[in-house]
């Protein structure tokens, strides 16, 4: 299995930026795609961004102009930029990293979630 390890979380205030960062150990398998989710207070988990091995992004919609993501390869590592921050996206955001083992079933897997905190 693949371990992942989340930072950057805290707390900003709103119109602030934060960068999160999550970086997975080695794995025997390709990366398929890494990106964040994210849980807010009584909703559930949705995506907020997806880049593949690729490069193509997928935003959410609520994100789109405000936050993005990026990967470095080397380091198996995925970051969200996340600016003009707003209280509704305060959220546990939880890395995500799909393996894709040869003629395997596609493997997913979760970081423990990261708080992220925006002040009004």
């Known amino acids: 299995q693949v371990q992942l390890l989340e930072s950057g979380g805290g707390l900003v205030q709103a119109g602030g930026s934060l960068r999160v960062s999550c970086e997975a150990s080695?794995?025997?398998?390709?990366?398929?795609?890494m990106g964040w989710y994210r849980r807010a207070p009584g909703q559930q988990r949705e995506l907020v961004a997806l880049?593949?091995?690729?490069?193509?992004?997928d935003y959410a919609d609520s994100v789109k102009g405000r936050f993005t993501i990026s990967r470095d390869k080397s380091k198996n590592t995925v970051y969200l930029q996340m600016s003009s921050l707003k209280p509704e996206d305060t959220a546990v955001y939880y890395c995500?990293?799909?393996?894709?083992?040869?003629?395997?079933?596609?493997?997913?897997?979760w970081g423990k979630g990261i708080l992220v905190t925006v002040s009004s």
């Open positions: 995500f990293v799909k393996l894709a083992p040869p003629f395997g079933h596609k493997m997913d897997h």
């Open positions: 080695e794995s025997r398998f390709s990366i398929d795609a």
């Open positions: 880049i593949s091995s690729g490069d193509s992004t």
